[in-house]
């Protein structure tokens, strides 16, 4: 009766949960499931719900459940348990196949997850998960149509299960899921593979007595070839291909296939199932040749591999020549990616020898061509399209084939139509509102990439179609604007002339110096004199009429010709310079740098407000000031000198303060003033007084907010145009200071900051330490500040500049820190932001500070200086104010984290060694999982932390040993008794760094050797059990091999840590782990066990 009750109660809740539309109602509903989950007899209940519920929502809550329970591993069932439910599972779908679609679903996904998690279950001495066809055999042998489609998706879930690594499994290493993986590959993919294809080879046999608008058939079908998909995208050799890899993926399909598909009739039967099947089905057959036509050219040999590339352009050919099925966007885009195949995965010699190369030529090109000119239907799937001319094109000096390519032929009328495409689009787009393609940057640089190399394939026919378009719209434009129009013609004129001047950019970007003509660079310049003119009249219209697109259309035809005609690699007798003398009087790159340098003014002066534009051409600005060569022709220009005198914001728009609406807005300061100290920099010298005068707009600054925090207590104080000011004052400096990478200009800029204006700084953190938009620019000034880049802190002898800084530094350190951790409890999507982030960049202030080598810290402490003491006691209480699970959540953090501990360990271990006990034992947890971490720069860091304090405390033991100190507790000594009383410490480290190396995908072995000597030498009893431990837990045959591999790694280790004995460990070690490889090789079936010691990835238990 009391069960009765409980699943009428549960019912209530689940009903509650998913229909009730007060939230209050359904937190509560969602808290009392939670209890159930974690409930001792949730197992039973969950059976329970699944046979006696009435309503769908109890019996998803049931799955869901049963699911989350097998995510928990070992740890919440046993090997007999995940059998039990498995068996469960299927007898339930095949007992009742009429239950909700979504129930159905969740079902499937909790036999694919048991039956991964458990496959390397063995019960009753036989691995009891692996009997995967015998178990589906009773729903593929049905007649019923509902078993063969339920079976075909368990099938299905099942390989996508194995084949993926899911968020559920982060408690897992990812060895863990290859083992698996690999297993599944070697002794069950291949079966279900020749399931799915017998499965295709019914349906294809009973095509005309099916009935595709029942869903239960057209289910069965779409899941078959679903099956055959998922086999074919498997990840055979264990690369974690995602589909942003999509061009690149080849599929690396096992040797012991070649009998399924040397005789090539699944690909007839795919191509036979096309022309059967309805497009949205025709998509799946589709996928599956694409699959196919990306298997690894040494799959097949010369001759086989000729006869399937014949058949599959075959196959293409009659699908070009029939395309009606195209109409539907799946299946269009399938077609395209499989003809983009083509060429990835074959060469252009050999698509030439096709039978059918000359016929299917012409037909992609008069496809391509009807493609482009459709502009609006599935524009995702053009990439693919002129990706497969682009790989052509490119691949023309290297075809040694005699048959022609004809492509001199063909290529011309692909760049064509898409110029024309893209030009005939302009006006819908405007009259409509519709998306427009000029907008979505991403794609748009994608294809402009790809069409500059077709283009360039017959580039007399190119750019005299881009001339002549020029030409006309250019005219037009002239026309509209001299008129005063200024309605929608104009803005459509506005728009084609931005698409043919990105399209020119490209081309001219597109240049390739050893296929490059005297011939190719006169057409450059023909088109390069024109954009120029075009700018100049665009300019000139800036303050009567602005265009964004037209441009940021200009910023990019810019920057692709600084790449290929400005710098130290450009001809000097370059071709494009005497027609630009020719036609403009440009004589060389100054003359072309003085007009850059003058449209970058023009945009900085008329653009303040567009960020996309002013960041852009902060960029230009940016990349300019790089190169050796233009930045001395740069700094002889009149408008530079200018720029360098006058940076403010009444030249500058947006450089101002109070019309800036976000802060977000003050980013791009950085950058400029990055280039502007690249350019002061380059004749600066010793010119004090050069240097005062580029930095007045910047004091003028400081002195005006330094008053406005002086009323900081009174009604006249100007909040927000203070913390604007401060903002932008602390991004400027930082462009600057990063500039400014040599000792001279260094101590420039340290002298103007000290001490006048460090204080504004410090006080802005006080005043403000609650708002990241001014915490933040300031803490990464500071950090600039403190970066030791190119020895340019070498103070002299009698300066105390390098303690003077590093107080300044400390001062700022514990003024933010003692502040921001007193915010608690702040909302988890706003941690990191409100808190995180400045501690993070506290981390590598305190890091560059510590290793900069300007400070000698011995001296700081001998003098009773408390600068060092107070930066470290407020790193601590930073560290302790995180939890464990966020330092690895958030990248920046902890790399942060983890390079400034690295630090502490090798410079200052006497303080890492005299912490409280807490939070010591804090820090080796965050250094067990930061070890296991998939970051090699995290887990490496931590090997180096921890060898540092291995050693330590190794020459602490050994020095106890051989001596009695007199003096009472030494340094270190502390740090000796805490892991004296808790051995288990040091233990569960060996285990730890030992099982990455014999298990895992160990990336950084050199880095894990170093410690583990340490841990070896200090824990030598628990080492010779451990090493006990592992050899009997391995199969019997593999035991002595096992212990041989233990033999050799110590073999000749002596006890100590001096370099030579590390050395040789390290050499044992290699030989050591490529032994144990060997060994887990032998026989993919059996898997050696794990350290039974050790929880690789997650936190020992310490506290």
């Known amino acids: 009766m009391a069960q009765d009750q409980e699943l009428l109660h549960l019912e209530s809740l689940c009903k509650q949960l998913y229909e009730t539309t007060d939230t209050n109602i359904r937190n509560e509903a969602e808290k009392a499931l939670v209890n159930f989950i974690n409930s001792p007899g949730c197992l039973q209940n969950c059976q329970l719900l699944l046979e006696r519920a009435a309503s769908p929502y109890s019996q998803l809550l049931a799955a869901t459940t049963l699911t989350k329970l097998v995510n928990k591993g070992n740890a919440a069932l046993s090997s007999e348990q995940r059998l039990e439910i498995k068996n469960y599972v299927l007898d339930y779908l095949s007992s009742r196949t009429m239950v909700a679609a979504y129930v159905q679903q969740a079902l499937v996904q909790l036999y694919a997850r048991v039956t991964k998690v458990g496959w390397n279950d063995t019960v009753k001495d036989a691995f009891s998960m692996r009997t995967v066809t015998d178990d589906l055999g ?31 499994e982060v408690h897992h290493s990812i060895t863990w899921h290859r083992k698996i993986s690999f297993a599944f590959r070697d002794t069950m993919l291949y079966q279900i593979f020749e399931i799915a294809c017998e499965l295709l080879q019914k349906v294809y046999a009973n095509i005309k007595t099916m009935d595709l608008n029942d869903n239960i058939q057209r289910s069965f079908v779409g ?20 589909e942003t890899s999509d061009d690149l993926s080849t599929v690396h399909m096992p040797t012991s296939w070649r009998k399924a598909l040397l005789d090539f009739s699944l690909m007839q039967l795919l191509f036979d199932l096309y022309k059967c099947l309805p497009p949205n089905l025709g998509a799946l057959v589709l996928s599956c040749l694409v699959q196919m036509a990306s298997i690894r050219r040494s799959f097949y040999i010369n001759s086989e591999k000729n006869e399937f590339l014949n058949k599959l352009v075959t196959g293409v050919k009659l699908i070009l020549e029939s395309p009606q099925g195209l109409a539907e966007p799946t299946c ?51 990439y693919y399209l002129l990706s497969l001319w682009q790989r052509m094109v490119m691949s023309i000096p290297y075809v040694k084939a005699s048959e022609p390519h004809m492509l001199e032929t063909y290529t011309p009328e692909v760049t064509q139509a898409y110029i024309t495409s893209r030009l005939n689009s302009v006006a819908q787009v405007v009259q409509d509102n519709l998306d427009d393609p000029l907008d979505d940057h991403a794609v748009l640089s994608q294809q402009l990439e790809q069409i500059s190399q077709i283009g360039r394939c017959q580039y007399e026919k190119t750019c005299t179609h881009l001339v002549r378009l020029f030409e006309e719209a250019a005219q037009k434009f002239q026309e509209l604007t001299n008129a005063g129009n200024s309605s929608a013609q104009l803005t459509i004129q506005e728009n084609i002339l931005s698409w043919l001047v990105y399209i020119i950019g490209a081309e001219v970007g597109g240049r390739v110096s050893f296929s ?48 290929i005609y400005i710098g130290e690699q450009v001809q000097r007798t370059s071709k494009v310079y005497k027609r630009l003398h020719e036609t403009l009087g440009l004589s060389d790159e100054s003359m072309v740098l003085s007009i850059f340098i003058r449209k970058i003014i023009t945009n900085l002066k008329y653009w303040g407000e567009s960020e996309a534009i002013i960041s852009k051409t902060l960029q230009l600005l940016n990349d300019l000031s790089v190169g050796y060569s233009s930045v001395r022709k740069l700094i002889k220009l009149d408008a530079v000198q200018f720029v360098l005198t006058n940076h403010t914001s009444e030249n500058f728009p947006f450089l101002g303060v109070n ?99 460090f204080p504004v700084l410090l006080r802005g953190i006080e005043l403000w330490y609650h708002e990241p938009s001014l915490t933040t620019p300031i803490l990464k000034l500071m950090c600039e500040l403190a970066q030791n880049r190119s020895q340019r802190l070498q103070f002299d002898v009698s300066s105390p500049n390098g303690v003077l800084l590093f107080r300044e530094i400390s001062k700022m350190l514990v003024a933010y820190g003692s502040r921001i951790l007193a915010l608690t409890h702040l909302p988890k999507e706003q941690l990191y932001a409100m808190k995180l982030k400045g501690l993070s960049i506290c981390f590598n202030m305190l890091k560059a500070a510590l290793c900069g080598n300007y400070v000698n810290f011995g001296v700081i402490r001998l003098y009773g200086d408390r600068a060092l003491d107070d930066s470290l006691e407020i790193f601590v209480k930073m560290l302790v104010s995180i939890q464990q699970a966020e330092i690895l959540q958030y990248p920046k953090l902890s790399q942060s984290y983890y390079a400034l501990l690295e630090c502490l360990a090798s410079d200052h271990m006497s303080f890492v060694s005299n912490l409280e006990p807490d939070v010591f034992l804090y820090i080796l947890s965050t250094i067990s999982d930061g070890l296991s971490a998939f970051d090699t720069l995290v887990s490496t860091g931590c090997c180096s932390i921890l060898d540092n304090i291995v050693s330590f405390l190794f020459k602490r033991v050994t020095k106890k040993k051989s001596s009695q100190e007199v003096n009472g507790m030494a340094n270190g000594d502390s740090l000796v008794q805490i892991l004296e009383t808790r051995p288990q410490i040091l233990q569960q480290m060996l285990g730890t760094v030992l099982n990455i190396i014999m298990f895992e995908d160990c990336r950084n072995q050199w880095s894990m050797s170093r410690p583990l000597l340490g841990l070896i030498l200090l824990n030598d009893k628990y080492f010779g059990e451990l090493r006990t431990n592992i050899i009997t837990r391995q199969p019997l045959d593999k035991q002595a091999a096992m212990e041989r591999c233990f033999t050799t790694l110590m073999k000749g280790i002596e006890y100590s840590l001096l370099s030579k004995n590390r050395d040789k460990f390290t050499q044992n070690l290699s030989e050591f782990r490529r032994d144990i490889n060997d060994s887990l090789k032998t026989d993919s079936s059996k898997n050696c066990t794990a350290l039974p010691t050790t929880q690789t990835n997650g936190s020992i238990d310490m506290m």
């Open 138 to 168: 009773k729903f593929l042998h049905n007649n019923s149509s509902m078993h063969l489609a339920i079976g075909v998706q368990l099938m299905t879930r099942l390989v996508i299960e194995v084949n993926q690594m899911t968020e559920t």
């Open 223 to 242: 899941g078959s070839l679903q099956l055959a998909l998922t086999c074919l995208s498997f990840d055979f050799i264990g690369t974690s291909n995602d």
């Open 332 to 382: 269009y885009h399938e077609f395209c990616r499989l003809l983009a195949r083509l060429k990835s995965n074959f060469q252009l010699g050999e698509l030439v020898r096709c039978e059918s190369y000359a016929v299917v030529i012409k037909l992609v090109a008069e496809f391509t061509v009807t493609s482009l000119q459709m502009w609006q239907f599935a524009p995702n799937s053009i």
């Open 516 to 563: 490059s003509t005297d011939e190719h660079d006169t057409m450059d310049g023909e088109l390069v004199c024109r954009v120029l003119q075009l700018m100049d009249v665009v300019d000139s219209r800036l303050a009567q009429r602005r265009c964004e697109k037209l441009d940021l259309a200009l910023l990019s035809f810019i920057e692709h010709f600084r790449k």
């Open 659 to 757: 019309g800036m609406s976000t802060f977000k807005d003050t980013r791009c300061r950085t950058t400029f003033y990055l280039a502007l100290g690249r350019l002061l920099l380059v004749d600066l010298g010793e010119d004090e007084d050069r240097y005062d005068v580029f930095m007045r707009p910047l004091a003028n600054t400081f002195d005006a907010v330094a008053q406005m925090l002086n009323q900081a207590e009174t009604p006249m104080f100007r909040s927000e145009e203070c913390k604007r000011s401060l903002i932008g004052l602390a991004r400027d400096l930082r462009g600057v200071a990063h500039a400014f990478n040599n000792k001279t200009s260094y101590m420039m800029l340290y002298d103007w900051l000290y001490p006048n204006y």
